[in-house]
């Protein structure tokens, strides 16, 4: 079965440091590949998103991230972290023949020092 | 564009009752709804994919007496929760697939069963 891993539950960086949020993903089929900021009793909004092409993608917010193929990866990250980018932090994973559906992984708590 | 709009945001209701969330794409036909349940500080789990016209296919574990989703229209999906219990307190989220690949959100409703 599909699965999706998101190594760390906690994150805490200073501000303007940079930030990785790691993804990996277990699944027999090409990915779609998606990254998710939730605000505390909020939606989800969408960073970014791979589908296919260039593996380096970039989102809003000063936000990229690479698709690793080899490694099963998709790690989030951005160079300099303001405090508003406190939020969780979801992938999630979806594939071709999936019935469009998502897995998403357990998120990853990201605080902010100033 | 591609909004979609949950209500309510918040409801408390007593044990026994029924309570019903509305999920409704704004600027688009939603052909597909997806809707998901978070525990706080977990993911999102999905509950069960909404279309447009049929029977909605609910995942494993989820009861489908409990949690009746009807999709009557191309903008309108709803979640009824039926005959709410404490244990059925918790934060639900709708999506929908968009074009271009993709989802957004709607911006959930925390549902207390008291």
């Known amino acids: 079965a599909q699965s999706v891993t998101q190594p760390d539950i906690h994150i805490t960086v200073s501000e303007g440091a940079s930030l990785e949020l790691r993804c990996n993903y277990s699944?027999?089929?090409?990915?779609?590949l998606f990254w998710y900021v939730q605000s505390p009793g909020q939606g989800l909004q969408l960073l970014l998103k791979?589908?296919?092409?260039?593996?380096l993608v970039q989102g809003i917010k000063g936000f990229e991230a690479e698709f690793k193929r080899s490694q099963s990866s998709f790690n989030l990250r951005k160079p300099s972290v303001h405090w508003s980018d406190a939020a969780e932090y979801f992938c999630?994973?979806?594939?071709?023949?999936?019935?469009?559906?998502?897995?998403f992984g357990t998120g990853t708590q990201l605080k902010v020092e100033l | 564009g591609a909004v979609v709009s949950q209500h309510p945001s918040w409801v408390i209701c007593k044990s026994g009752t029924s309570v019903k969330i509305e999920c409704r794409s704004l600027?688009?036909?939603?052909?597909?709804m997806f809707w998901y349940r978070q525990f706080p500080k977990q993911s999102l789990m999905l509950m069960a994919t909404?279309?447009?016209?049929?029977?909605?296919?609910?995942e494993q574990g989820v009861e489908k007496d409990k949690f009746l989703i009807n999709h009557a229209s191309l903008t309108l999906s709803t979640l009824t929760v039926t005959s709410a219990h404490p244990e059925d307190s918790s934060f639900y989220i709708c999506s929908a697939t968009v074009g271009g690949g993709g989802y957004t959100f709607g911006s959930g409703t925390r549902l207390t069963v008291v």
């Open positions: 999630a994973v979806g594939f071709t023949g999936g019935g469009n559906k998502l897995t």
């Open positions: 600027d688009f036909q939603a052909t597909t």
């Open positions: 699944y027999g089929a090409t990915p779609y």
């Open positions: 791979y589908f296919s092409g260039d593996t």
């Open positions: 909404s279309n447009e016209g049929s029977k909605a296919t609910y």
